[in-house]
């Protein structure tokens, strides 16, 4: 089993920018597909974005978040630039429960094998 930590989170306002991050150990972190879901208040857990050998984001994200890995570190990272006050929410890392598979694989959650504790990001308007 995989432990992950986020990092990065806090207040910014709209149109700024935020990079958040999460460690990851426990396993071989280089072979798992890595993403980030997000959960707004009221709503529920949405897919944003994965990392494999190749990336796979949400409609509402692509162009503005920028998902990216070191595996040196064990880390990936969630550059969000243009925020708006929707991408409000507590964002969380996951881990794919298989080795090798695509980003794709990653967007929905029966396929996390493990999840970060979150991270809040709020966007002011």
């Known amino acids: 089993q995989v432990q992950l930590v986020e990092s990065g989170g806090g207040l910014v306002q709209t149109g700024g920018s935020l990079r958040l991050s999460c460690a990851a150990s426990?396993?071989?972190?280089?072979?798992?597909?890595m993403g980030w879901f997000r959960q707004a208040p009221g709503k529920e857990r949405e897919f944003v974005a994965a990392?494999?050998?190749?990336?796979y984001y949400a409609d509402s994200v692509k162009g503005r978040f920028t998902i990216s890995r070191d595996n040196a570190k064990n880390t990936v990272y969630l550059q969000m630039n243009s925020l708006k006050p929707e991408d409000t929410a507590v964002y969380y890392c996951?881990?794919?429960?298989?080795?090798?598979?695509?980003?794709?694989?990653?967007?929905?959650?029966?396929?996390?094998?493990?999840w970060g504790q979150g991270t809040q990001v709020t966007v002011s308007s």
């Open positions: 996951a881990a794919d429960s298989t080795r090798y598979g695509l980003a794709v694989s990653l967007s929905t959650e029966d396929r996390v094998g493990s």
């Open positions: 426990g396993r071989t972190f280089s072979t798992y597909t």
């Open positions: 990392i494999s050998w190749n990336t």
